[in-house]
């Protein structure tokens, strides 16, 4: 059974930093693509980052040079580190994880809050 748990949500004041980190079970983040999601009130859902098996990491624009994804395949855990924060990066986060490159994220997280405050 494919667990994944988010955790490190909360509230941050604009221009803050928060870590967000994903604790993954009944897969490897050695061998799955791994993703962090969000979605804001009165918005899709949104891609934010994604990191292949072999460590390759995609950003959407809006958070180039402010969020850092990564992981550590020892633990089984992926993060999201978030810096220099606004409030439009007010959102439930989610973690999600799939096995191959060309098909839909299949295992999703249940989300953390982040809410921003200026």
């Known amino acids: 059974q494919v667990q994944l748990v988010e955790s490190g949500g909360g509230s941050v004041q604009a221009g803050g930093s928060l870590r967000l980190s994903c604790a993954a079970s009944?897969?490897?983040?050695?061998?799955?693509?791994m993703g962090w999601f969000r979605k804001a009130p009165g918005k899709e859902r949104e891609e934010v980052a994604r990191i292949a098996p072999a460590g390759t990491t995609t950003y959407a624009d809006f958070v180039k040079g402010r969020f850092t994804i990564s992981k550590k395949d020892a633990m089984n855990t992926l993060y999201l580190q978030m810096n220099n924060v606004n409030s439009e990066d007010t959102a439930i986060y989610y973690c999600?994880?799939?096995?191959?490159?060309?098909?839909?994220?299949?295992?999703w997280g249940r989300g953390t809050q982040v809410t921003v405050s200026s």
């Open positions: 009944g897969i490897t983040t050695i061998t799955y693509y």
């Open positions: 999600a994880a799939k096995y191959r490159v060309n098909e839909d994220f299949r295992y």
